[in-house]
């Protein structure tokens, strides 16, 4: 799209648009190409010399029974964060888009934790399942379930699924109401004459209305749980115990920051890399195509 | 018949169960940051609020050092963590703000490949190209330098996207009454495109900020200074590895100041939180 009446400049245009390209430049592009150039080279222990392996480094990585690992556990935790976090922001702002006293307070109580950093999410939330001196952390233990999060693989899965989650509520609560709000009152009113229940409306109209926004925060909320929930990890659990909470984005973190190996992190880096292009071009390709919109 | 009254109340019950769960974390956080560290460390935190709140929280501010941790005053945290949200939502609109009237104001040779390059960064958070772009900083010598904490975390097309389609509403009969009354390009942008653009660059303001103070694994890789610190790296820190015999108190009351801030700006500027939210990523 361009608009009719434009300034006629030759040099200006360059100058406004510097200042960004630099930086897209320097700290977008140059990184990128290192990365897809440094996953095909590798580098002796002492960094002394470095040479081409062509694909090498990604078959170590692919064939890594503990990067499978780590795949693994990334796709249980982000089935489990964006089915938990749709379902309960949906219930929220189906409940908060009725006509009822104090809508507007719900609101704003339901949409703080969006300020939250992870990190801070994950801190909370340590001090209350704390197995010694978190409140339910120890009301779960004297019932006689046997509770530590830093023992139990599955406990310290769910401790950060539920931590990130919690987090990330708030932002799919506003996006689901925005959605609900752009529905037509004409539509509602439609489908009540024809004597809809309550269910009957959410399911058959509602619902159907919302599905731009529902694979929107689809995409969102698997970008979310690979990426930001780093901080939760980092801070609650250290990946552990064992391997039980090693996402891939905690892998390219230890292998490439702790154990040094750049040529294997800037492999997985690039496979990260590929997997986030899958998603955000299929959200463009497809979902905003042939999704109902309002 | 229920009466009208009532009938609301099972919705009434659901909202206000989800407001007490999403606040629980908090109050427990709260409550920890008003009792003494051995209480908490044996266990017996009770569930009202205690003795120790101003004490704890002035040792947060001024030391945050107990019989456990040593860790940075925590006004010297949120000072470097609100410099850092502050540099990077600023320094997102300027650049972002100039691109895009370039691009919706001029017509010039490689607009489209220049908006292209922009648009392709909305592909990548900068969490996947961390470690080239780690490497890249420390070739260029940025590693503990205030730049280099907030610079590459400025590179995404997301402000010049929102800033563009606003411009593109803009009449053109504005242009063309400014081009009339002889004023030019930088002219149009500082009496007109700037000021029309409040409401945008509070909206994105509030975002950015938000987004800024909550960084975490890039201060964690590029700043290793203890001075350079943010809160929130600060209080991970502080807590290590989560033993039970902590000083749980400074922890708890260091949270409360880390998550204040950030919690005050979605409250108080919810109109402009809200629609940057839904601006910026739709």
Same mark, same amino acid.
């Given at each position: ?294 | ?86 540099? &990077? ?5 300027? &650049? ?187």
């Amino acid at each position: 799209m361009q608009r009719r009446a434009v300034f006629n400049n030759r040099i200006l245009p360059y100058f406004l648009l510097l200042p960004q390209l630099v930086i897209t430049i320097v700290f977008f592009f140059w990184p990128a190409s290192q990365a897809i150039y440094q996953s095909v080279l590798k580098q002796d222990p002492f960094g002394l010399r470095t040479t081409f392996v062509y694909l090498d480094n990604f078959q170590t990585v692919l064939s890594d029974p503990l990067y499978i690992e780590s795949f693994q556990v990334t796709i249980v935790f982000s089935v489990l964060v964006t089915l938990f976090v749709m379902s309960l922001a949906l219930l929220f702002a189906v409940m908060a888009d009725r006509q009822i006293r104090g809508a507007q307070t719900y609101k704003t109580l339901l949409l703080w934790p969006y300020a939250l950093a992870p990190a801070v999410a994950a801190v909370l939330w340590m001090f209350i399942f704390h197995p010694s001196i978190g409140v339910f952390g120890k009301a779960i233990n004297s019932t006689g379930i046997k509770w530590d999060y830093q023992l139990n693989g599955a406990q310290a899965l769910l401790l950060v699924v539920v931590a990130s989650s919690w987090k990330q509520i708030a932002h799919n609560f506003l996006f689901f109401l925005a959605g609900l709000q752009s529905v037509p009152p004409a539509v509602i009113e439609a489908a009540m004459i024809d004597g809809a229940s309550a269910w009957k409306l959410f399911r058959s109209v509602l619902f159907p209305l919302l599905s731009p926004t529902t694979f929107y925060l689809i995409t969102i909320n698997l970008v979310f749980s690979f990426f930001d929930t780093f901080g939760v990890i980092h801070a609650l659990t250290h990946g552990g115990p064992g391997r039980s909470t090693t996402t891939l984005m905690y892998k390219v973190y230890m292998d490439g920051y702790v154990n040094l190996n750049l040529g294997l992190s800037a492999a997985q880096s690039v496979i990260l890399m590929i997997i986030v292009s899958v998603l955000v071009w299929f959200q463009f390709r497809f979902v905003e195509g042939k999704v109902h919109y309002t | 018949m229920i009466p009208k009254q009532f009938r609301n109340f099972p919705v009434h019950l659901i909202l206000i169960v989800a407001v007490i769960v999403f606040a629980f974390p908090v109050y427990f956080a709260f409550i920890g940051s008003t009792w003494d560290a051995s209480t908490i460390g044996r266990g017996q935190m009770p569930l009202t609020p205690g003795p120790n709140l101003v004490e704890n929280y002035t040792n947060s501010l001024t030391s945050a050092r107990g019989g456990r941790i040593i860790g940075n005053p925590v006004q010297a945290l949120l000072w470097n963590s609100l410099m850092m949200a502050v540099a &990077i939502a600023v320094g997102k609109i300027f &650049i972002s703000i100039l691109s895009a009237y370039a691009v919706a104001f001029f017509k010039f040779p490689l607009r489209m490949f220049f908006f292209a390059m922009i648009f392709l960064t909305l592909m990548l958070p900068i969490e996947v190209r961390i470690a080239p772009t780690y490497k890249v900083m420390s070739d260029l010598g940025l590693i503990n330098t205030f730049a280099g904490l907030t610079i590459p975390l400025m590179a995404s097309a997301t402000g010049t996207l929102l800033f563009r389609q606003f411009f593109l509403t803009i009449p053109d009969e504005y242009v063309e009454a400014a081009k009339i009354d002889g004023a030019g390009p930088l002219r149009f942008f500082w009496s007109i495109a700037l000021p029309l653009s409040r409401t945008n660059i509070a909206a994105l303001f509030v975002i950015l900020f938000i987004y800024g103070w909550n960084q975490y694994l890039w201060p964690l890789l590029v700043t290793t200074s203890r001075d350079m610190e943010t809160i929130v790296i600060g209080i991970v820190k502080m807590m290590g590895s989560g033993e039970a015999q902590t000083d749980w108190n400074i922890i708890m009351s260091s949270t409360v100041l880390a998550l204040l801030p950030p919690v005050l700006v979605v409250v108080l500027m919810q109109q402009w939180f809200v629609r940057g939210l839904v601006q910026t990523e739709k």
